[in-house]
């Protein structure tokens, strides 16, 4: 197992990852396209134990799909996204991959909410993908 090292674009939160991911998938839904202010978000899933950070992040409570709420970490200095903790997936922190200091060996292995995804965008080889969640 790789162990991995992330944080925000000032410093102030860095991470580290313990465990391997248990999915790895890019999400195309609108509300990580706001967040991200891209066209999709690059996500890691991992177990919360697998997780350790150091310095504070602000929460945004958003609303998921599924009418539960989703935690959506950031670095209160600069704004970056952190992860987003999952009410109706406890135990599982989803780590936004662009915070990583390096993204090597990392393959996405699923699209979700691709109904949402830009039409000029063509999908990721290898890569299951569903019109909403898997």
């Not at 999709?40 to 899933?45: I, P, Q, R």
């Not at 950070?53 to 989703?70: A, C, F, H, L, W």
């Not at 662009?98 to 979700?112: F, S, Y």
Request: proline content about 5%; some cysteine.
């Amino acid at each position: 197992m790789q162990e991995r090292k992330g944080g925000c674009l000032c410093g102030a939160v860095r991470y580290v990852l313990k465990g391997e991911p248990r999915g790895i998938a890019i999400c195309h839904c609108t509300h990580c396209q706001k967040q991200s202010g891209s066209v999709l978000s690059f996500n890691l899933v991992i177990e919360d134990t697998d997780y350790e950070q150091s310095g504070e992040t602000r929460i945004y409570v958003d609303d998921g799909d599924s009418g539960q709420p989703v935690y959506r970490h950031f670095c209160g200095n600069c704004g970056s996204p952190i992860l987003a903790k999952i009410a109706r997936a406890p135990g599982k922190v989803v780590v936004k991959a662009g915070t990583l200091d390096n993204m090597e060996g990392l393959q996405p292995k699923a699209e979700i909410y691709t109904d949402h995804a830009v039409a000029w965008l063509a999908p990721v080889a290898g890569t299951a993908r569903s019109p909403r969640n898997m």
